[in-house]
């Protein structure tokens, strides 16, 4: 059973960084084959599109880098100058290349002085 699992929210002051994680497990395909994406839901809001592989959401442009070891099978967001309004649960997806995918349960993100 494949399964994706976020690791790295927390409380982090306005201008901070954090590093989420997504570890994925339970498969045999190949991850490097795969298409890591992130995304966040916010309170009251729908999930919105935070990046993957070069493409990034505008609120996110010069702030974000996406990368990943496929030895581990983990895929990383990197997010610094981070905001009040990135205040959200974070979710890492996977995708196959027949287009299959996969969620992992999210981690929350919290900026706040």
């Known amino acids: 059973q494949v399964q994706l699992r976020e690791s790295g929210g927390g409380l982090v002051q306005p201008g901070g960084s954090l590093r989420l994680s997504c570890a994925a497990s339970?498969?045999?395909?190949?991850?490097?084959?795969?298409?890591m994406s992130w995304y966040r839901q916010a309170p009251g809001k729908e999930r919105e599109f935070v990046a993957k592989?070069?493409a990034y959401a505008d609120a996110f442009q010069g702030r974000v880098t996406i990368s990943r070891d496929v030895n581990k099978k983990t895929a990383y967001l990197q997010m610094n100058s981070l905001k009040v309004e990135d205040t959200a649960v974070y979710y890492c997806?996977?995708?196959?290349?027949?287009?299959?995918?996969?969620w992992g349960q999210g981690t929350q993100v919290t900026v706040s002085s």
């Open positions: 592989s070069t």
């Open positions: 997806k996977m995708t196959r290349p027949d287009g299959a995918s996969y």
């Open positions: 339970g498969f045999t395909f190949s991850f490097s084959t795969t298409t």
